[in-house]
């Protein structure tokens, strides 16, 4: 968990120092579409994900 938390404190001084503030909504989308694969795998809901892509 601890490894997590460090990525995300990376990511975020990669985006306020270099000025990157319009890659967030590119990777809070990865970060959603990441978690739904993730929460829906083997579930019932799994084959209506496939029909909005």
């Known amino acids: ?6 990525l995300a404190k ?5 985006l306020r120092i270099r000025k990157k503030y ?14 739904l694969i993730v929460v829906t795998q083997g579930s ?3 084959p209506f994900i496939y029909t909005l892509f």
Not at 10 to 14: L, S, T
């Open 44 to 46: 019932v809901i799994a």
């Open 10 to 14: 990376d990511i975020w001084d990669f």
């Open 22 to 35: 319009w890659l967030s909504p590119l990777i809070i989308t990865l970060i959603l579409m990441a978690s």
């Open 1 to 6: 968990m601890n490894n997590v938390l460090e």
